[in-house]
C-alpha cells in the first residue's frame, strides 16, 4: 500500500506531468481560460489516462511481451487511446453539450496529448504490473488536473488586473505558468 501511496503522490506532484515534465502542454495552455472548462477538461483526462493505463498495461504485459511484440507498444497504445477519446467525446456531446462546446477541439485532442500517451509509456518503462499502471495513470491525470484547475483560477483572476499591454495575453499566462513550474519543484524532495 505504501508503494502505491508513493506512486500516486509522485505522479500528482513530484513528476507532474504538465509542471515537471512539460507534457499536455496545449490542452493545458488553450483550456484554462475559466474554472470550469477545465475541470471538464481534467475529469475527461482523468478517465482517458487512469482507463488507458488499465487496459495498455493488459495489452502489453498480456499480448506484446508474449508474444514478443513490444515494438508495436507506441501504437497499440495509440489505439487504445484513440477508442477511449472518442467514447469520452460522444458521451460529453449527448450528456453535457455546453461543456463539450466549449472544450471544442481539445477534447479530441486528447487522443494525440502526449501526457496521455507519456502514461503509458512511462508505465512500461517502469515494469509496473496492472494496478501499478492504474495507480500511477491516477497519479498522473490527477496531477494534470491539479495543475489545469489552477492555472485557469489565475487566468480568472489576472484577466482583472492591470498588464503592460507588452504583456497581455499568452506572455503572462507563459510567465504564470513558468512560476507554477517553479512552485512544482519544490515538491522534488517530498520522496
Do not use: W
Amino acid at each position: 500500500m505504501k508503494e502505491l501511496l508513493l506512486i500516486a503522490v509522485g505522479a500528482a506532484l513530484v513528476n507532474n506531468v504538465v509542471l515537471s515534465q512539460f507534457l499536455g502542454l496545449c490542452p493545458f495552455l488553450g483550456v484554462s481560460k475559466d474554472v470550469k472548462t477545465a475541470s471538464g477538461m481534467g475529469a475527461a483526462v482523468v478517465f482517458v489516462i487512469t482507463i488507458s493505463s488499465l487496459v495498455t498495461s493488459m495489452i502489453y504485459n498480456g499480448i506484446l511481451v508474449n508474444l514478443h511484440l513490444e515494438y508495436l507498444q507506441t501504437m497499440a497504445f495509440i489505439l487504445v487511446i484513440a477508442a477511449l477519446v472518442q467514447l469520452v467525446e460522444l458521451f460529453m456531446k449527448k450528456n453535457m453539450p455546453p461543456l463539450h462546446k466549449t472544450m471544442g477541439i481539445y477534447l479530441p485532442l486528447i487522443t494525440t496529448n502526449c501526457a496521455v500517451l507519456g502514461a503509458a509509456l512511462t508505465n512500461v518503462s517502469k515494469n509496473y504490473g496492472i494496478i501499478q499502471s492504474v495507480v500511477n495513470g491516477i497519479g498522473i491525470s490527477v496531477g494534470f488536473t491539479i495543475a489545469i484547475v489552477m492555472l485557469a483560477g489565475i487566468r480568472e483572476k489576472i484577466k482583472y488586473n492591470d498588464i503592460p499591454e507588452s504583456f497581455k495575453g499568452s506572455p503572462i499566462i507563459l510567465i504564470t505558468a513558468g512560476l507554477m513550474a517553479i512552485a512544482f519543484f519544490g515538491f522534488a524532495g517530498l520522496i
